[in-house]
Nanobody, 126 residues
Framework: QVQLVESGGGLVQAGGSLRLSCVASGRTFSSYAMGWFRQAPGKERQFVIGINWTGRKTAYADSVKGRFTISRDNAKNTVYLQMNSLKPEDTAVYYC???????????????????WGQGTQVTVSS
């Protein structure tokens, strides 16, 4: 069993930045692909960004390309989401998720992500 705990959410003005962190329990974090998803009120959960187990492959939703980056520190069991140039439409609960089955690739749907954090709220004011 893997537990994921997100932190770093908050309220920020449009154009600002936030960095989210997700810390995983267990000794197998380095063998998982990791993803960040978000869910706005009344909308479905959507893929934002992901990274494979080595950190050499990443995938992004078109809406965040050029603004968001993902990185991981396997020694700290942590994955980071750096969000720059934030927009009001980025407002959502952000979840990190772990994919243990296909660590070499980055899946861009929720299928395959077996472990999820509790989420952290990001609110961007205009």
């Amino acid at each position: 069993q893997v537990q994921l705990v997100e932190s770093g959410g908050g309220l920020v003005q449009a154009g600002g930045s936030l960095r989210l962190s997700c810390v995983a329990s267990g000794r197998t974090f380095s063998s998982y692909a990791m993803g960040w998803f978000r869910q706005a009120p009344g909308k479905e959960r959507q893929f934002v960004i992901g990274i494979n187990w080595t950190g050499r492959k990443t995938a992004y939703a078109d809406s965040v390309k050029g603004r968001f980056t993902i990185s991981r520190d396997n020694a700290k069991n942590t994955v980071y989401l750096q969000m720059n140039s934030l927009k009001p439409e980025d407002t959502a609960v952000y979840y990190c998720a772990a994919d243990p089955a296909l660590p070499t690739v980055v899946r861009t749907t929720a299928f395959g992500y077996d472990y999820w954090g509790q989420g952290t709220q990001v609110t961007v004011s205009s």
